[in-house]
């Protein structure tokens, strides 16, 4: 089933509730539908078929979401280009994709037209507003003549297509069906009770997984509310302290910009029921110096773009275990343990390290045009994920590390995450990350990537530091420390550590 319609059956009961506002706009669930019944109009007149691709290349925009709902009642496939992507990864995304339009703010066109010269997408941009190089506007678009009936799906076609980042190679395109999109969104539902009277404060962008199917569109189906803004530390702040949001989704280096920010003033966010935190490791140190700022208790998350989101959270009836992923979603995931160099299962509970495999309503039927691909990452129906991870006898599990992040320094292996939450203790630090580097005897070796606190700190006050705390001798000392102004990002705020590897190569 069109995932649309569930959301239009909510909206229709509630279509003077508030449900959006980015900035000055803000659209009520009946404007929602009415705008999305248009811009599918228009497409259709255009000669959008079923299963054809429309592209969106914009950041936290009051027309993304609406766009979106648009697409899909046209019967379209919906494919979020990461609004981040250098020239080259965009370009990649737009012709592999096949998309046959994309929607773009009126000040990116040129860019945007500049990427994709030469290919058949160049001449059909979507702008917001009227823009010279745009085919159309979306202003104009959303004037024509509503389309009158959603254009069903079937549970196995794609609702979207998202591309990987690209870190480790060229962006993949992760095929994401109805089912996979209702049944990731109705277990974020059930796994925090999200109902109406919620409003989510989103500052994840919507071209990731984070952003849209974690927290922006089941709010829609519950017929919350949802606000959308970009990161700022500082105005993302105040907008909690004055909007009163119940329920936020952000990563690790925001919790981190916060309580940076915050320093030794706390503010009592007492709005606020859920706030998840994922996306990366979660440092132990920096986790409780936010709660004891804010009052609030985060809840640690993972998934995957080929997961739809969210597959493992905290039990929020349960007692919080410090470090813990929590347990997997089991209405909509099945999971395994799966021994690095086997097919072989661990037993539930053996509490070793081992990769996890999974399959489900929620895990991505595959990558777009990659049967090879396909082939290495699907054994017998289970998805690898390449993250290790543990399970506990209580069936809670724990992060270990991305096996491709693993350091092998003289034949041991050391999970720079373990490292990195020794660190964050320190007070002369910041922000840290671990890597490893090149090293003539042991291959690799440990070293921190470290922010320093306050001014003046340098490498030899960090390996004090380190020589003071015993989980940070022999080969998990850092035998390298580089310190640095900022730590680079990706667009999802996560840290990037290929371009940390390729700087600190030598």
């Not at 990452?377 to 998805?383: A, E, I, Q, S, V």
Request: charged letters at 20%; one cysteine or more; proline letters at 7%.
């Amino acid at each position: 089933m069109n995932v649309l319609t569930s959301i239009e059956r909510v909206a229709r009961r509630r279509a003077d509730q508030v449900a959006l506002r980015c900035g000055d706009v803000t659209r009520t669930y009946g404007d929602l539908l009415d705008t999305a019944a248009r811009f599918a109009g228009f497409l259709q007149a255009q000669g959008l078929a079923p299963g054809e691709r429309v592209g969106l290349f914009l950041h936290n925009e009051p027309e993304w979401l609406p766009a979106l709902l648009g697409i899909w009642k046209a019967g379209g496939v919906a494919v979020p280009f990461n609004y981040m992507f250098a020239p080259a990864a965009l370009r990649h995304a737009a012709v592999d994709s096949g998309a046959r339009w994309v929607l773009a703010l009126g000040t990116d066109v040129a860019r945007l037209r500049e990427s994709l010269a030469g290919t058949e997408l160049a001449d059909h941009v979507i702008a917001l507003t009227p823009t010279e190089g745009a085919e159309h506007s979306f202003t104009e678009a959303i004037t024509a003549d509503p389309a009158q009936r959603t254009v069903p799906r079937l549970d196995g076609d794609d609702a979207l297509l998202m591309y990987t980042s690209g870190s480790t190679g060229t962006p993949k395109g992760v095929r994401q069906t109805h089912r996979n999109t209702a049944a990731e969104c109705e277990g974020v539902l059930d796994a925090w009770d999200i109902g109406p009277e919620d409003h989510a404060l989103v500052c994840t962008p919507l071209f990731h997984v984070g952003g849209l199917q974690l927290i922006s569109l089941p709010l829609l189906l519950a017929g919350g509310t949802v606000t959308l803004r970009r990161w700022k530390a500082v105005e993302y702040l105040d907008d909690v302290i004055t909007l009163r949001p119940t329920v936020l989704a952000i990563v690790p280096a925001m919790m981190i910009d916060i309580v940076n920010l915050l320093g030794d003033e706390g503010r009592d966010l007492d709005s606020v029921r859920v706030c998840m935190v994922g996306g990366s490791a979660m440092p132990e140190a920096r986790l409780k110096q936010f709660t004891a700022l804010t009052g609030v208790v985060p809840v640690n998350i993972y998934g995957q773009t080929e997961q739809s989101g969210l597959a493992i959270t905290e039990p929020i009836h349960e007692e919080r275990r410090y470090g813990s992923l929590g347990k997997p979603l089991e209405q909509i995931v099945r999971w395994q343990i799966v021994p690095a160099g086997s097919t072989t299962p661990l037993p539930f509970g053996a509490d070793e390290v081992g990769e996890l495999w999974v399959r489900g309503d929620a895990v991505t039927p595959g990558y777009w045009q990659l049967p090879e691909v396909n082939a290495q990452k699907f054994h017998d129906g289970w998805f690898r994920t390449t993250d290790l991870v543990r399970e506990a006898p209580d069936g809670y599990l724990y992060y270990v590390e991305r096996a491709d992040d693993m350091i092998i320094s003289g034949g041991e292996n050391i999970y720079p995450q373990m490292v990195e939450g020794h660190l964050q203790a320190c007070p002369l630090i910041a922000e840290v990350t671990v890597i490893g580097t090149p090293h003539e005897r042991f291959s690799e070796q440990v070293t921190a990537i470290v922010v320093p606190s306050q001014p003046g700190v340098t490498a030899a006050d960090i390996a004090a530091y380190c020589e003071s705390v015993p989980d940070l001798r022999g080969l998990q000392r850092p035998r390298r420390i580089e310190i640095v102004g900022a730590i680079p990002r990706t667009g999802t705020n996560k840290v990037d550590k290929p371009a940390l590897k390729a700087r600190f190569a030598v």
